[in-house]
Each structure stands twice: as structure tokens, then as C-alpha cells.
């Protein structure tokens, strides 16, 4: 874990990767959550068997929005903020799926500070989050992520 006392630190952070968060895994459990809650149920996510038979992944796989989804957690894990006594997400501006996530795989999170500009009461951060599976050379997912710090 990663504490930054002060938003001024975290300007001087910019341009490097600054934390690595805790691996998470993806069952299939999940997977079938994340299907539920937002009613995208394609069969590359839920069917075990038939994913095993003509998926040309071998098996079922996460959403990419599952793993986006998964940027806040990843971040809480691995960096905080002694002065921040609220952050919120203000949006992303990038975010690109470049590997699938197979059911069964453990992800993390390195994080970097793109940029901290001041707002009213706090600071504006681009982060960007490199999300990687576990045993493979390729990340699965690389997203900006704008928040909002508030002292």
C-alpha cells in the first residue's frame, strides 16, 4: 500500500507508476454476478460448456466492463490519501481491452499518475491502470481514469 500525504505530493508523482494493488480473482461466481446485474448474459460469459466447446478462448470469460469495473478496488488496495477525505470518479478518457480474462485468472492493478491539476477544494487526477493477469506478458486492460480528491 502506497500513502501520499498530500495532493502537492502527488504532483510531484506525475509520469511515474507509483503502486501495485493486490491480485483479485475471477470465478466464475463473479462473472455470472456481473451477468445478472447488468443483464449481459452472452454465452462467452456463462456457459461453462458450450464456451469449453466453441469459445475460442477454451473457456468462459469476464466482461470487459467487469474489469473496468474493478479499477476502483484495485486502486483502493494500493494507494491512499492521508489529506483526501473524499474522492469520486469524474470519468475515463482511454480505456482499451487488449486480452480476454479467463474465468479462473487472478488480476491486479500498477497505477500511474498521468496528471493533477487544481479544482475548487482539491485536485482532478488522471491515473492510468494497467491491469494484468496473472502469468501472462500482456495487460488485459488499459484504462485512463479521471477522479476527484477533495480535502
Known amino acids: 500500500m502506497r500513502t501520499i500525504a498530500t495532493l502537492a505530493e502527488l504532483k510531484t508523482l506525475t509520469g511515474q507508476e507509483i503502486a501495485v494493488s493486490d491480485w483479485t480473482s475471477i470465478s466464475q461466481e463473479r462473472v455470472q454476478q456481473f451477468a445478472d446485474a447488468t443483464g449481459d448474459q452472452q454465452w462467452i460469459h456463462t456457459d461453462v460448456e458450450r464456451s469449453r466447446a466453441e469459445s475460442p478462448f477454451g473457456g468462459t470469460v469476464a466482461h470487459g466492463f467487469l474489469t473496468l469495473s474493478l479499477l476502483p478496488s ?3 488496495s494500493a494507494v491512499t490519501m492521508s489529506d483526501v477525505k473524499m474522492a469520486v470518479n469524474y470519468g475515463l478518457n482511454k480505456v482499451r481491452f487488449m486480452a480476454p480474462v479467463l474465468v479462473g485468472s487472478r488480476l491486479r ?13 482539491g485536485a482532478q487526477v488522471i491515473w492510468q491502470v494497467t491491469v494484468e493477469r496473472e502469468g501472462s506478458d500482456k495487460p488485459v486492460c488499459v484504462a485512463e481514469l479521471i477522479s476527484r480528491r477533495y480535502s
Open 74 to 76: 484495485l486502486m483502493e
Open 109 to 121: 492493478g500498477r497505477i500511474s499518475v498521468l496528471g493533477v491539476e487544481d479544482i475548487a477544494g
